[in-house]
T-cell receptor, first 118, second 115 residues
């Protein structure tokens, strides 16, 4: 079975440009998560969805960040306008369920998108 | 207080030897799950092993096992017969059943396997 798919794998852009990161979760997983990883802050949860509905976006840094999940197999994370401090690795993850603390809560991560904003 | 603490920023192990990576956690929730992930230099996060708070036995997955000491609130990862491909960052994480929506990650331990 295919795992979580993310694109692009690498993105280099200039400050002020719009950036769109894409994610396809594992089929049948009801939960999708977006994370950001930096050396300074480690892994940070940005937002997560349940059945395509955003549940908790308290980790989204500011209004420049937005995320959508138009259907069960696709999600986007958009940064507009991008800034150098947005440079990080962005991960998408999915899980079968979320909230039981059982094994089915396991989050499976995509390969990540390494974003560099110049 | 930190929910997950990994006190070893870096570890070295000889190839074919066993190594233990430490993880302690802090929770008052009686129901929780503990997870270990591996992040090689290529960047992906790979799920390794899960331990539930009510599990009576330590989890094992191939060469990975979890030394779960509930009273001490520790969930150490043991890698047996280390291989060069085990060189990576290792993250411990926790999910509480009844409090919050977070998946708490530790800061990670960098493991280097020496040939």
């Amino acid at each position: 079975d295919a795992g979580v798919i993310q694109s692009p794998r690498h993105e280099v852009t200039e400050m002020g440009q719009e950036v769109t990161l894409r994610c396809k979760p594992i089929s049948g997983h009801d939960y999708l998560f977006w994370y950001r990883q930096t050396m300074m802050r480690g892994l940070e949860l940005l937002i997560y969805f349940n059945n395509n509905v955003p549940i908790d976006d308290s980790g989204m840094p500011e209004d420049r960040f937005s995320a959508k999940m138009p259907n069960a197999s696709f999600s986007t994370l958009k940064i507009q306008p991008s800034e150098p401090r947005d440079s990080a690795v962005y991960f998408c993850a999915s899980s079968l369920i979320w909230g039981t603390s059982g094994r089915s809560d396991t989050q499976y991560f995509g390969p990540g998108t390494r974003l560099t904003v110049l | 207080a930190q929910k997950i603490t990994q006190t070893q920023p870096g570890m070295f192990v000889q190839e074919k030897e066993a190594v233990t990576l430490d993880c302690t956690y802090d929770t008052s929730d009686p129901s929780y799950g503990l997870f270990w992930y591996k992040q090689p230099s290529s960047g992906e996060m790979i799920f390794l092993i899960y331990q539930g708070s009510y599990d009576q036995q330590n989890a094992t997955e191939g060469r990975y096992s979890l030394n779960f000491q509930k009273a001490r609130k520790s969930a150490n990862l043991v890698i047996s017969a280390s291989q060069l491909g085990d060189s990576a960052m290792y993250f411990c994480a926790m999910r509480e059943a009844n409090t919050g929506n977070q998946f708490y990650f530790g800061t990670g331990t960098s493991l280097t396997v020496i040939p």
